[in-house]
């Protein structure tokens, strides 16, 4: 079947960013600094690269065949148990579907949960493809603009939320912006959505994108919403955590308080069937067998973070403050929308990407992929751009 009009809207920014991101790579120089996708050249924390040429070398024929649909009962167990210690939740191991990928467990989750023509209200910026799947599975998205600071905005939530709403998406931490939502703000969350269940007979269930969660490189920790809204599915990627993006390993987490649990998970469990979506690789799974009780080491990233933050500053960029995530969130200087600066950039042998792509313009996201030896480099391209503007500026006075 082919996209309608609305999904070919959903499907162009990122394609024509692709076409920008491959232009560039063809017409670059060696000293090209791509800070667009999510692929870091860096390891800050090794131990999962380390943990799999064990696994790896443990490894025979047998271990590689089919497992069930959701993952290995032995690999689902270590996980629930994992969050139960971290959220002091009684997650079992039927709560927790692996999945090859966040991505898979979203769409897993949005086929479980919703019927066509439900509501699902997402906070924007977000990310890029939300609106893509709820289309895909004909749900209705509705975007809500964050407040100050890209924080969510709880009176334009309350309002939006109606009759037909029957879910809302956030991020935890926020890609793209790097923002992490205090234990205050979902707590207040919650309340919104308990009093729309009050209001409208069914309380919304809110799905929790916390790919990033273990990326918070800020001080004051990490809170779920599983701890504080009953009605919650967690969604979760190992690749994100351990930068091992290209082997899609996830899972979907239902809190152990959602109303209608059962139900609910057997639907999850027939979507992996029915998407195809089954279960992440044999070898991925022993591998999180070893990561379910680890957290990685997130100083380096800190200090990266840190000091591009204070290069933008410098610059004269202001910055989204951000406290998780391996990206920064910059508004772009006056004079340019997010397109025309990302191309500038790019010229210029830096690649980010454009707001457009997060339902969001005027801003531009850097991915941390380089360490403190290439952040000099990437100062110069950020800096020659507005240098060519304010040329341009004086030549046409």
């Known amino acids: ?17 692709a076409a920008l991101h491959a232009t560039a790579l063809r017409a670059s120089r060696s000293g ?11 390891h800050r924390d090794p131990r999962a ?14 271990d590689l065949q089919y497992t069930p649909f959701g993952g290995g009962v032995v690999v689902r167990r270590r996980v629930a148990a994992s969050l139960s210690r971290r959220f002091g939740l009684p997650f079992g191991f039927r709560d927790v579907l692996l999945t090859p990928g966040a991505t898979a467990a979203l769409n897993v989750v949005l086929t479980a949960l919703f019927r066509p023509d ?16 709820l289309r895909r599975l004909g749900l209705r998205p509705v975007a809500v603009p964050c407040g100050a600071n890209k924080r969510l905005d709880l009176a334009a939530l309350a309002s939006t939320i109606g009759p037909r709403t029957a879910g809302v998406i956030i991020s935890q931490p926020v890609c793209p912006t790097g923002v992490l939502h205090s234990a ?43 701890q504080v809204y009953a ?13 091992l993006q290209g082997q899609r390993t996830g899972y979907a987490a239902f809190c152990p308080a959602l109303d209608g649990r059962a139900e609910v998970v057997a639907r999850a469990e027939r979507a992996l069937r029915s998407t195809g979506f089954c279960a992440p690789t044999a070898l991925m799974q022993r ?36 406290r998780a995530t391996a990206f920064v969130y910059a508004r772009c200087p006056d004079g340019f929308d997010d397109w025309t600066f990302v191309s500038r950039l790019a010229r ?40 060519q503007a304010d040329d341009a500026a004086r030549s046409n006075r």
């Open 184 to 226: 205050e703000e979902l707590a207040e969350l919650s309340d919104v959505l308990r009093a729309a269940g009050t209001r409208y007979g069914r309380a919304p269930v809110l799905i929790s994108d916390e790919v990033h969660r273990d990326q918070t490189w800020d001080t004051d920790g990490f809170t779920s919403p599983v």
């Open 49 to 62: 690269f380390d943990l799999l040429r064990g696994v790896l070398a443990e490894t025979d024929q047998a």
């Open 118 to 133: 439900d509501e699902v209200v997402v906070p924007t910026p977000c990310w890029m493809d939300y609106f893509l799947y």
């Open 32 to 42: 090209l600094i791509d800070m667009s996708y999510p692929n870091p050249l860096v």
């Open 1 to 17: 079947m082919l996209p309608d009009d609305e999904e070919q809207r959903l499907l162009e920014p990122l394609e024509r960013f």
């Open 287 to 322: 591998l999180v067998v070893e990561l379910a009780d680890l957290t990685p080491d997130c100083g380096p990233l800190h200090r990266d973070q840190v000091l591009l933050r204070e290069m933008l500053a410098r610059l004269g960029y202001e910055t989204v403050p951000g």
């Open 231 to 243: 009605d919650t599915v967690s969604l979760y990627s190992f690749g994100k955590a351990w930068s």
């Open 348 to 387: 210029n042998g830096l690649l980010a990407m454009p707001s457009s792509l997060f339902h969001e313009p005027g801003y531009f996201r850097l991915a941390l992929n380089v360490g403190p030896d290439r952040l000099e480099d990437v100062g110069r391209s950020l800096g020659a751009v507005l240098e």
